[in-house]
């Protein structure tokens, strides 16, 4: 990657930890739920708002280093308007190209390319994942019919692959 794609892609990242999307509570969520990265130190709270089968408004609430702010805010831009089958899809593709087992992020996800260079540092990839796997674990819960909150560790394997 050249220099001046990582000094883009570095200004996304601090952009978004500074600014971070979705921060605004819901008043209404049909799914809730919370995963930490022990080994890290981040945390993640997420509120889903559902509207016919769409995720009609995100709420996202991290406490952590910039790379897992990052990309919760990146996630509540991307996922509004879109089915549980698209979030899985590209929730996958994003564990994919943060494991470096593909490279490319459609064009419609916007800054979530900016996340390619993480994978440069394996220890950072659960940072990144957490608000992945955080939400994918609630949508679970919800298409179960377990109106709990759900709860993950970026620990278990099972989770981030």
Not at 35 to 40: A, D, E, I, L, T
Not at 103 to 124: H, T, W, Y
């Amino acid at each position: 990657m050249s220099q001046s794609l990582d000094d883009m892609y570095r200004e996304i990242i601090l952009d978004h930890f500074r600014s971070p999307r979705g921060k605004k509570p819901l008043e209404h969520s049909n799914i809730e739920s919370d995963g930490m990265n022990p080994s890290c130190g981040d945390e993640i709270s997420l509120q889903v708002e559902m509207d016919k089968g769409v995720l009609k408004d995100v709420h996202v609430n991290c406490r952590g280093c910039a790379i897992s702010v990052a990309s919760g805010s990146m996630l509540a831009e991307t996922v509004k308007g879109k089915s549980f089958e698209e979030v899985e899809k590209l929730a996958e593709t994003v564990r994919k190209m943060l494991k470096g087992e593909s490279s490319e992020i459609p064009d419609e996800f916007g800054d979530l390319d900016a996340l390619k260079g993480v994978r440069q540092f394996p220890v950072r990839v659960k940072c990144a994942l957490l608000a992945w796997v955080t939400l994918v674990e609630g949508m679970r819960k919800y298409r179960n019919g377990d109106s709990g909150k759900a709860v993950i560790s970026t620990e278990d394997p099972e989770v981030t692959g």
